[in-house]
Antibody
């Protein structure tokens, strides 16, 4: 059964960098059949897509966050990562990782998310 | 950026009722690349529908999606106690993936 699990610090100082890991079990990232993404949700608010990655390292990001975001992958470890720099209180949120729908090539964007990890809460505060 | 507007913000209903949730896009969503999710308190979202009308694996048939272009609907034919939650739509027709603000379905 496919499972995704986020991990990382729960509290980060303003202006610092957030580093999160998503560990995938029950599927192989190297199978090349899916993109993998990060989504966040501020407390009491809606969902915001951050960016996504393929096992080759190909990425695409939300333009509103692109200058501060790096997503990378270690397919051999079945992990992908999120780095978000220059944190402010506005980055306080639950951060989720998720698997995209099946990838059949650039002409068929099956870019929904299923399943999701349980989420990790990140607070930006001094 | 395609902005998705969900209405209403909150619905107060009783078990057994039929509910229709709306998701309106600021521009046409190509090829009906629209998904719906359910989120319960303290849980991650769960995929219900993709491709505007295709139920995800394991989703009961009381959930159905419809629509095209800029107007999409999620219908729950008969509310079960476990269906009280927040519902989000998401479009994936562009490289900038966006979500609606959500509709909360609460017990009346």
């Amino acid at each position: 059964q496919l499972q995704l699990q986020e991990s990382g610090p729960g509290l980060v100082q303003p202006s610092e960098t957030l580093s999160l890991t998503c560990t995938v079990s029950g599927d192989s990232i190297t199978r090349g059949s899916h993109y993998w993404g990060w989504i966040r949700q501020p407390p009491g608010k809606g969902l915001e897509w951050i960016g996504s990655i393929f096992y080759t390292g190909s990425t695409y990001y939300n333009p509103s966050l692109k200058s501060r975001v790096t997503i990378s992958v270690d397919a051999s470890m079945s992990q992908f990562f999120l780095k978000l720099t220059s944190l402010t209180a506005a980055d306080t949120a639950t951060y989720y990782c998720g698997r995209h729908g099946p990838y059949y090539g650039s002409g068929t964007p099956n870019n929904w998310f299923d399943p999701w990890g349980q989420g990790t809460q990140v607070t930006v505060s001094s | 950026e395609i902005v998705l507007t969900q209405s209403p913000g909150t619905l107060s209903l009783s078990p057994g009722e039929r509910v229709t949730l709306s998701c309106r896009a600021s521009q046409s969503v190509s090829s009906s690349y629209l998904a719906w999710y359910q989120q319960k308190p303290g849980q991650a979202p769960r995929l219900l529908v993709y491709g505007a009308s295709r139920r995800a694996t394991g989703i009961p048939d009381r959930f159905s999606g419809s629509g095209s272009g800029t107007d999409f609907t999620l219908t729950i034919s008969r509310l079960e106690p476990e269906d009280f939650a927040v519902y989000y739509c998401q479009q994936y027709g562009t490289s900038l993936l966006t979500f609606g603000g959500g509709t909360k379905v609460e017990i009346k």
